[in-house]
């Protein structure tokens, strides 16, 4: 039986103003915030999330920009709690663009009656803990406020949108966009001179989408990108009624895995067999579809060490017999960072973008921006004359949209302060100071919902156990959180991604401590040590 809200006059109200308190206060209403919005609810608890935006959905809210779409299979990424949503819902693609996701998001709101506790347009400004009480209060940007005992901050991994800091981009006098916040309407590109900052995963699939429709497009980039074909294709008849028939194995697989992705590695060494059994295994993986090339390769092509360069120059090689024009298939090459250690973009067509006369690449290393013009960017070398300037200049990942809101936590300290070397949290879910605040989008990593969903499980039988318990507030002791926060930057450093500058270590932000933003544990490792410390009654938390 789900308890009703209870508006609660408050000391600091104004005449007649009531204050609405939940026991559960959530933001963001993308695929984390939706899931614990229903598991919490299931138990009885009142619950709001406050979402930002008009709709649903999050990053497939947001990220609206042609040729958005996964790289996770789509089966493996929806929900799994509901059997009911499993049947109904038929993927139409392997791989899923951005507006069939954000109809499955839609439908899936709908079909659990969430909206009815989503407040959307509301952006929240400021979270403040109250001593006295126990409990937050969350303000938003128009003047509204809430009270709750608990916050679960589902703000998002990649949400925080990012723009470099260009000098001039107040005078340009074309039309200018993030892709992150891409206009509902639409951008019309046709005819267009086009120009594209930025070339990851988000960049690939837009410049491939766009380029046959421009007029001109300008490729501004700074880091080539090792990418590989994603081979999408529709979900036929006979394949969506095997899914459908097998998705507790699908996720049973998912659970096994590093990334929660389907896909199983070779637990041979890539070194252990011979040069041509090596070579035949990655070219019959490369013509499969997805992340499979690297994922069900050799394990040790994940790990830095030989394996890995082998494989390096294997894809550096495919760049290269794609490219027509030698001088610019060296500047999509790889040169500066192992292969992995960024995130791996899926590609559908886009090496042979560069083969059309209409797409210019310029390599900004070699020549940076120094400015953007009223009439388009200039570089050190030359000026680029555009309509049309898009940003896929990514995010300030993980922490970005935390510190972004105004987080107050016992004796005023702020967690804007507290992460300034980086976060300093328990196993990504707490930190010392913030009671009952729950930073879930510091957390999850890899294919996104199944890792998600048993986190969120966690986090629900976390407040559970604190209020049937008849505690009022959990944090972490500041042992735990150091232990943590040691085996992140150790473990860390032995492992692929903390081997590149890039937003997996806040390099990609002027000014943002080197640090991993997320576990180096794999999912199966983080989901043992979280269901560890829950059977110990919370071990390495404070409850009171
Ligand atoms: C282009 C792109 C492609 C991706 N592809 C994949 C993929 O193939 N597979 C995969 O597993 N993952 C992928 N991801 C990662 C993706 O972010 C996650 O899969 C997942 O959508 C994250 O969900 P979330 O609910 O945790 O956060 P989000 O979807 O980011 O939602 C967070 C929500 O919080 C809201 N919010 C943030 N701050 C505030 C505030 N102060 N006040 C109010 N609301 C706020 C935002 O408006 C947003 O709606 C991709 C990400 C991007 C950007």
């Not at 497939?60 to 509901?82: L, Q, V």
């Not at 009022?472 to 943590?484: D, F, K, L, N, S």
Request: with cysteine; aromatic share 12%.
């Amino acid at each position: 039986m789900e308890r009703a809200q209870q508006p609660v006059p408050a000391a600091d109200t104004g005449p007649g103003e009531e204050i609405e308190q939940f026991d559960v206060l959530i933001i963001g209403a993308g695929v984390t915030g939706l899931y614990a919005l229903y598991r919490l609810r299931e138990r009885g608890l009142s619950v709001r999330v406050f979402e930002a935006g008009s709709g649903v959905g999050g990053t497939w809210y947001w990220n609206r920009y042609p040729g958005a779409r996964f790289d996770s299979e789509s089966y493996t990424y929806g929900y799994s709690f509901s059997e009911e949503l499993l049947q109904e819902w038929d993927w139409q693609e392997h791989y899923a663009g951005q507006p069939e996701t954000e109809r499955y998001l839609n439908y899936m709101a709908d079909k659990f009656d969430l909206r009815r506790d989503i407040r959307f347009h509301a952006h929240v400004t400021s979270v403040v803990w109250d001593e006295g009480a126990d409990r937050w209060q969350v303000h938003l940007a128009d003047g509204h406020r809430a009270w709750a005992q608990f916050v679960i901050t589902a703000v998002g991994s990649l949400s925080a949108y990012y723009i470099p800091d260009f000098e001039g981009l107040d005078s340009f006098k074309g039309v200018w966009c993030h892709t992150g916040r891409w206009p509902a309407e639409g951008l019309d590109l046709a005819g267009k001179r086009v120009g594209v900052i930025g070339t990851g995963a988000t960049g690939v699939q837009l410049i491939t989408a766009i380029a046959k429709d421009v007029g001109h497009l300008t490729v501004f980039q700074r880091t080539a990108n090792y990418c590989a074909p994603l081979r999408n294709a529709p979900i036929d008849p006979e394949t969506q009624r095997q899914i459908k028939a097998s998705y507790p194995e699908i996720f049973k697989r998912c659970s096994e895995t590093a990334g929660s992705f389907v896909h199983q590695f070779d637990p041979r060494s890539a070194l252990d067999v011979s040069p041509e059994e090596r070579l035949e295994q990655y070219e019959r993986l490369w013509a499969e579809p997805g992340f499979k090339k690297w994922l069900a390769n050799f394990y040790d092509i994940m790990l830095p060490g030989p394996a890995n360069e082998d494989y390096a120059a294997f894809v550096r090689q495919k760049i290269r017999e794609r490219v027509k024009d030698p001088v610019v298939a060296e500047k999509l090459v790889p040169k500066d960072h192992m292969f992995g250690s960024k995130r791996l973009p899926c590609e559908s067509g886009y090496y042979e973008v560069y083969n059309q006369d209409n797409v210019l690449l310029v390599d900004v290393r070699e020549a940076p921006i120094e400015r953007i013009t009223p009439t388009g960017v200039k570089t050190r070398d030359a000026e680029y004359e555009l309509d049309v300037l898009i940003f896929a200049t990514g995010y300030d990942a993980v922490t970005g949209a935390l510190t972004r809101i105004d987080i107050r936590g016992a004796g005023g300290q702020t967690l804007k302060d507290k992460f300034v070397a980086g976060p300093r949290t328990y196993m990504g879910i707490q930190s010392v100071g913030f009671p009952n605040l729950f930073t879930i989008n510091a957390a999850s990593v890899g294919n996104f919902v199944r890792a998600a969903e048993p986190l969120v499980d966690w986090v629900r039988d976390c407040i559970c156990y604190v209020r049937d318990q008849q505690y009022t507030r959990i944090a972490p002791t500041p042992e735990a959180e150091a232990a943590w926060t040691r085996h992140v930057e150790e473990a860390g450093a032995k492992i692929l991604r903390t081997q590149a500058n890039s937003w997996f270590v806040g390099a990609n932000i002027p000014g943002k401590a080197r640090f991993l933003l997320t576990s180096p544990d794999s999912a199966p490792v983080m989901r043992a040590k979280r269901a560890e410390v829950a059977s110990k009654g919370y071990a390495g938390f404070v409850l009171q």
